[in-house]
């Protein structure tokens, strides 16, 4: 087991009844693809959402329709016994919708701002500080999201302007993350001018491309102890979206850098929102800094496991976890998600995993003695073979659980 990572120092922020920085562990959140005026849709997606893990839910609020949408999301999902907060992702318009109506600044538990669309010239600053404004007089904190594909033009113009001044000038790439970070600390130093306190806000600096925003998050981190929230914004679909996503955020996290994290991945056509909440989950688990569900460890397979026994095996283990999780956290199971179960395939690696393991079994491989040694807290307790070995392994592994975590 490695050290623990030492995460970055950074103000608590409050959103609903949900902490983020401060030392808080990192916080997972997603954002709803419904139409937020077609309030029964969004519902139900919000709920699909928090039921999967996502701890803060965010909502496009960007017509009438969906902000006056939103007092009655929050009620209904109130309803329903979900206290999931909800936020709003404003663009171009949000501080008309805002102060249009109030019912739907009060609902929301925070406020998405973009600094590079929320006005232009002389209407920037005026924009933002009525947003400002309305988050001050409703007590919500605020999240200034800026993101490269909407970057604020004035500020980019004017430092590449300087930086083809320079002696040692920089890449545009470089230019372009220097003026990422510039926006986001400079519109943050603006809401603070307005009256906002540091610990209701939230920065982010998000890009489609890994090396860039592993270098903008740093940078930023580097000059400011307000709560971040971390993510690769547009990261594509599937395999490709979900390690992008990835190998930009276990980066990052591995620094300490992240107080919340989204992953943006974009679903094939009919599927499931909730995927994207599930690579957060994993994300953090794999580094050790949550502990979601229990993990099954298995081998990948070579020549000596010709059979498909442990790959069979080892998805029943994870479906029967997923089935069984939701009633020990009811029987209020504490510390069940640590749970750690080996699944292995043959005679080479699989006694050795399977005493690391809590409960751990050894398949046979090609050619080894059909029976199957199961280790308990790293020694041998019995033997299995045959037909019905799955289900007197699901027994093994379910006394335990009671055993082991009953006992609380």
Avoid at 5 to 31: A, C, E, L, N, Y
Avoid at 197 to 210: A, D, G
Avoid at 288 to 301: D, I
Wanted: aromatic share 6%; proline share 5%.
């Amino acid at each position: 087991m490695g050290a623990p990572i030492k995460k970055r120092k950074s103000f608590p922020v409050k959103i609903g009844r949900v902490t983020m920085g401060g030392g808080q562990p990192v916080v997972i959140q997603s954002m709803t693809n419904t139409d937020t005026a077609d309030i029964e849709k969004s519902v139900q997606q919000t709920m699909e959402l928090s039921d999967a893990g996502s701890e803060l839910v965010r909502l496009t609020v960007n017509v009438d329709a969906a902000a006056q949408a939103i007092p009655h999301i929050k009620e209904k999902i109130l309803a329903k016994g979900y206290t999931t907060p909800i936020i709003g992702d404003f663009h171009y318009n949000g501080h008309t919708l805002l102060t249009k109506y109030p019912e739907c600044a009060e609902a929301l538990d925070k406020y998405r701002i973009n600094p590079g669309n929320v006005g232009f010239g002389e209407t920037h600053d005026k924009n933002f500080k009525q947003m400002i404004e309305v988050a001050l007089k409703h007590n919500k904190p605020v999240r200034i999201g800026v993101n490269w594909g909407s970057l604020d033009q004035t500020i980019l113009n004017r430092m590449m302007d300087e930086n083809g001044r320079s002696a040692n000038p920089k890449s545009a790439e470089e230019v372009t993350i220097d003026a990422m970070v510039e926006s986001a600390l400079s519109s943050a130093a603006m809401a603070r001018e307005y009256g906002m306190r540091p610990e209701k806000i939230v920065i982010s600096v998000k890009m489609s491309h890994v090396q860039d925003v592993i270098k903008a998050y740093t940078i930023l981190a580097s000059k400011c102890e307000y709560a971040l929230h971390v993510g690769l914004t547009e990261a594509g679909m599937g395999l490709k979206g979900a390690v992008s996503s990835t190998a930009a955020l276990a980066n990052l996290l591995q620094q300490g850098i992240g107080d919340t994290i989204r992953v943006s991945l974009t679903p094939a056509p009919g599927g499931a929102r909730t995927e994207e909440v599930l690579i957060c989950q994993h994300i953090l688990q794999s580094l050790g800094m949550r502990q979601f569900q229990p993990s099954v460890t298995a081998c990948p397979g070579c020549g000596r496991t010709t059979n498909t026994l442990f790959q069979e095996m080892s998805q029943d283990m994870e479906n029967f976890f997923r089935e069984k999780l939701p009633e020990w956290q009811k029987k209020g199971y504490i510390g069940v998600e640590s749970l750690k179960i080996a699944v292995m395939g043959c005679i080479v690696n699989g006694p050795g995993e399977s005493k690391v393991a809590d409960i751990g079994i050894s398949l046979p491989g090609t050619g080894e003695n059909p029976k199957a040694p199961v280790f308990v807290d790293g020694k041998k307790v019995t033997t299995l073979e045959g037909p019905q070995m799955m289900t007197h392994f699901k027994k093994l592994v379910e006394d335990y659980v009671n055993q082991k975590f009953g006992s609380h």
